[in-house]
């Protein structure tokens, strides 16, 4: 077993790792040190990011200069994480009130959803679950 230090966690790893393509649920093999370097490199260290956005190489959704909405799209993966993270954050900070709070979450969720498919709890709880 061959032990990472995340920044949200530390994680042991046998030398050939199955990782799962968020958008194709497919299972991918790694190797532990390039699994660990794309963590590092693409994903700011952050595990729970990584297996909440993992995409396999060659699944990557269509980039265009503009969504559908006529708003200029010049990254939409780092946006994707950018909401991940950010609501990930925003579920265990502790706000003054509930309300401000649900707000946060209400709109980030409303981002997510205006430009991929799906809920981002459910990717949140992906996440989680690492």
Do not use: W
């Not at 794309?38 to 269509?62: D, M, Q, T």
């Not at 946060?104 to 981002?111: I, K, P, R, T």
């Amino acid at each position: 077993m061959f032990n990472y230090q995340f920044m949200d966690c530390e994680k042991a790893f046998p030398s050939s790792v199955e990782v799962v393509c968020t958008q194709t649920k497919e299972k991918v093999k790694m190797y532990h040190k390039q699994l660990a370097r794309l963590v590092e490199k693409k994903y700011r260290n952050n595990y729970s990011l990584f297996k909440a956005s993992y995409i396999k190489k060659g699944n990557k959704p269509e980039e265009r200069n503009v969504d559908e909405y006529g708003e200029y799209n010049s990254a939409p993966e780092g946006y994707r994480k950018y909401l991940i993270t950010a609501y990930m954050a925003a579920k265990k900070q502790q706000f003054a009130d509930i309300s401000a709070k649900m707000a946060c979450l209400s709109f980030l969720n409303d981002c997510y959803s205006k430009r991929y498919n799906g809920s981002i709890e459910e990717v949140v709880k992906l996440a989680e679950q690492s």
